[in-house]
T-cell receptor, first 110, second 115 residues
Framework: QKEVEQNSGPLSVPEGAIASLNCTYS??????FFWYRQYSGKSPELIMS????GDKEDGRFTAQLNKASQYVSLLIRDSQPSDSATYLC??????????FGGGTRLMVKP | EAQVTQNPRYLITVTGKKLTVTCSQN?????MSWYRQDPGLGLRQIYY???????DKGDVPEGYKVSRKEKRNFPLILESPSPNQTSLYFC??????????????FGAGSRLTVL
């Protein structure tokens, strides 16, 4: 079992809709959770971090964490074509080391 | 400008020909790391370094070497490259400690093809 799992997609949503990206992790002692966005051929960039259960909002992005279910999600409201990218979930484990999921490719259609 | 610089950005080489991918950061970060990215597998850590002269294996270290003689530099060495090392490589750095922990700054990536 992978330590951090994501559906590879592609997840296709129409412009203006809510995109919901999901991630599960296996290490129960994980403390920190991150979402990185990666455009094709580019390096990942951090868009959200979350450390405690519940929701964290930043503009059109909301990260949701449920440690009991070992589940973290990213919601993108009012999706735009420029949001089309691969979204990588990352989780700290094994002494503060970061483990990445395989990424979910999001396509926002005009 | 705060950045992580990798070179070369693109390289085509042949099996067995030693190569080095350089990585340099100007942010005085203690922690540096190398990842490889392959389709569907996300970012997998090759080696990391917590500080000068301190390096450790990540998840996929076979076929790679690293060194950390200076804080700013963390080169990745492929002594005898093989086709299964064809991949996109990223160097990344961050400060240690709880402040901004795990907020990695990535280099632009190095696309390596081994024939």
């Amino acid at each position: 079992q992978k330590e951090v799992e994501q559906n590879s997609g592609p997840l296709s949503v129409p412009e203006g809709a809510i995109a919901s990206l999901n991630c599960t992790y296996s290490d129960r002692v994980s403390q920190s959770f991150f979402w990185y966005r990666q455009y094709s051929g580019k390096s990942p960039e951090l868009i959200m971090s979350i450390y405690s259960n519940g929701d964290k909002e930043d503009g059109r992005f909301t990260a949701q964490l449920n440690k009991a279910s070992q589940y973290v999600s990213l919601l993108i409201r009012d999706s735009q074509p420029s949001d089309s990218a691969t979204y990588l979930c990352a989780v700290t484990s094994r002494g503060n080391m970061l483990t990445f999921g395989g990424g979910t490719r999001l396509m926002v259609k005009p | 400008e705060a950045q992580v610089t990798q070179n070369p950005r693109y390289l085509i080489t042949v099996t067995g020909k030693k190569l080095t991918v350089t990585c340099s950061q100007n942010m005085n970060h203690e922690y540096m790391s190398w990842y490889r990215q392959d389709p569907g597998l996300g970012l997998r850590q090759i080696y990391y370094s917590m500080n000068v002269e301190v390096t450790d294996k990540g998840d996929v270290p076979e076929g790679y070497k690293v060194s950390r003689k200076e804080k700013r530099n963390f080169p990745l060495i492929l002594e005898s490259p093989s086709p299964n090392q064809t991949s996109l490589y990223f160097c990344a750095s961050r400060p240690t400690g709880n402040s901004g922990a795990n907020v990695l700054t990535f280099g632009a990536g190095s696309r390596l093809t081994v024939l």
